[in-house]
């Protein structure tokens, strides 16, 4: 079988979940490198992959996937490697929550309109930091009642659950509110510390 190619850049949340998953069964792939946001634009090669025009985009032997969670899912059914979906109906459906509620509730709050809006934007708009915040401290409230005992989300597996998570967490520290509300929940705070010093997370980070 041929080597899996992964549309994307560094920059991108969903690019790395995909990513870490990939390195955390051990494969060997391809990270073609597509910018989405760049000035000229997506080329229309790439809306063949994904018709939304987001990163990523993944293809294996001529099966091509967009939808991260449909990717991370792939990833971990069809290649050998430690498995990272629980072995039961409800450790795999509080996997799919978690995924389900991050990208539902999270991703936006946390990357957009707290981490991009402080960071990237010359005259931040405070209304949609501090709305960001609002959900962003239900979704750690929720991730906090919904974690398992043990060192990661679901108990002492690791799972496509922690994967999803620890991009989404790690883009919104990079702003100071976003870190100060991390350190309010202990229990997700250090699940975040563990996660961080995965050779998966830490290979995973931006480079330039
Ligand atoms: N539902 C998609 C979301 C992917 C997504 O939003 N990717 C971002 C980068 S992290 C993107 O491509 N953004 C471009 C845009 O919003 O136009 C997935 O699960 O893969």
């Known amino acids: 079988m041929s080597k899996p190619i992964l549309y994307g850049a560094d920059y991108s949340v969903y690019v790395r979940i995909a990513r870490m998953a990939l390195e955390e069964k051990g494969i060997n792939y391809e990270l073609v490198p597509l910018d989405i946001f760049a000035a ?3 080329p229309a090669w790439y809306l063949e992959h994904h018709p939304f025009g987001r ?3 993944f293809e294996h032997d001529g099966f091509r996937l967009f939808e991260t969670s449909a990717i991370a899912r792939y990833v971990d059914e069809a290649f050998d490697g430690p498995a990272l979906q629980p072995a039961d109906a409800r450790g795999r459906a509080r996997m ?3 995924t389900g509620m991050l990208d539902a509730y999270g991703y936006r709050a946390m990357v957009w309109d707290v981490a991009v809006e402080r960071l990237e934007k010359a005259e931040p708009d405070e ?3 501090a709305g960001g915040l609002n959900r962003a401290e239900k979704v750690l409230e929720v991730m906090t009642s919904l974690k398992a005992h043990g060192p990661w989300l679901l108990g002492n597996q690791p ?3 922690d994967l999803h998570a620890a991009p989404i967490i790690a883009y ?6 976003g870190s100060d509300l991390l350190a309010r929940f ?12 995965r050779a998966s997370f830490v ?3 931006k480079t330039s």
């Open 40 to 42: 000229e634009g997506i």
């Open 55 to 57: 990163i990523p985009a």
């Open 96 to 98: 799919s929550q978690m």
């Open 127 to 129: 209304s949609l930091i």
């Open 159 to 161: 799972t496509l659950a």
């Open 172 to 177: 919104f520290i990079k702003a100071a509110e």
């Open 186 to 197: 202990a229990a997700i705070h250090d699940w975040y510390s563990r996660m961080a010093a």
């Open 203 to 205: 290979g995973t980070q």
